[in-house]
């Protein structure tokens, strides 16, 4: 089954089942589908998450509801998921811009979300190099940073510079324990409707770990100080994407990023997987600045 029809499908589920409890592994199986790879492809094409979906669909039928007068606001509240009518209220004013009661007025002006429908247009055509590779367990270090949004739109250029920019004493510190003292790990983890950890991480000798963790010798405790955390990826595959060796290779990687989500994706022979997805910037100085280059290793499994 392509997506186009099984993408299809799972919306006329989800519109289908508004007022009930909705499964997410039951919203993926129409496409025959994991639900992890299923809602990371819902976010890429559609611009929002599965649940942000589900959620802004419900208050657009309650408000609409709340218009005819007819139900009590617990009434609605509870048949559109909400539990109390003070979680409802908060969530449909931020949404509409009123109170649910201010809703029933005579005039009153109110948002509609309406239902996604998939139609068909003629993208990509583009020729893109990628290995799949298959990575030992990597023991890294870093700090992180909970991010907004989805790991594919344009709020993440900025979060991830101005992470970047306001963290340089972490840098140093980490380059300075770094075993691969050319390169950074960013790594993004736990990803979900609200949005997702980043961090910058390094790989980190042995040797200078135990140091880290031990107080008495540095007389510092860096973990707590810097927030540091051990990161440890577990042996996995990847298909791993690369930008041309150039002096500044940022705009071609967020380029990459782009081609990968709306490309790359949803192909029929590679299904994402729920693990952390690392960006590695090879920043360092052998062979010149002009041989800088950042490799995006997207985790992955075989339908």
């Not at 025959?32 to 809602?39: A, E, P």
């Not at 893109?128 to 909970?146: A, D, S």
């Not at 051990?230 to 990687?253: G, L, N, S, V, W």
């Amino acid at each position: 089954m392509d997506w186009i029809t099984g993408m299809q499908k799972a919306i006329d589920y989800i519109e289908e089942n508004l007022t009930e409890e909705i499964d997410y592994e039951k919203v993926a199986a129409k496409c025959f589908s994991s639900s992890y790879h299923f809602q990371r492809i819902f976010s890429i094409l559609c611009g929002y998450t599965l649940g942000e979906y589900i959620r802004l669909r419900r208050l657009s039928l309650a408000g609409a509801e709340l218009a005819n007068g007819k139900e009590k606001v617990i009434d609605i509240a509870m048949k559109y998921g909400y539990d109390s009518p003070d979680g409802f209220a908060k969530a449909f004013q931020k949404f509409h811009g009123i109170t649910p009661s201010q809703a029933r007025a005579d005039g009153s002006m109110l948002k509609s979300f309406s239902p996604l429908s998939i139609k068909i247009s003629l993208e990509g055509g583009t020729i893109m190099n990628y290995r799949i590779e298959t990575k030992p367990e990597l023991t890294l270090l870093g700090y992180k940073r909970r991010f907004e949004g989805m790991p594919y739109d344009e709020s993440r250029n900025k979060q991830e510079e101005n992470f970047f920019i306001t963290t340089r004493a972490h840098q140093w510190m980490l380059k300075g324990m770094a075993r691969d003292k050319l390169s950074d790990y960013c790594v993004l983890t736990n990803m979900d409707d609200d949005g997702y950890d980043f961090y910058i991480s390094a790989t980190i000798d042995k040797w200078e770990r135990d140091n880290l963790y031990n107080n008495n010798v540095t007389g510092i405790d860096f973990m707590d100080k810097f927030k540091f955390e051990e990161i440890i990826i577990p042996e996995r595959t990847y298909a791993i994407f690369e930008t041309e060796k150039q002096r500044m290779p940022i705009p071609e990687y967020f380029d990459l990023r782009k081609q990968i989500a709306t490309e790359w994706m949803y192909n029929e022979e590679y299904q994402i997987v729920n693990a952390p997805e690392i960006a590695v910037y090879h920043w360092g100085i052998v062979g010149g600045y002009t041989e800088r280059t950042i490799e995006i290793w997207i985790p992955i499994d075989k339908k």
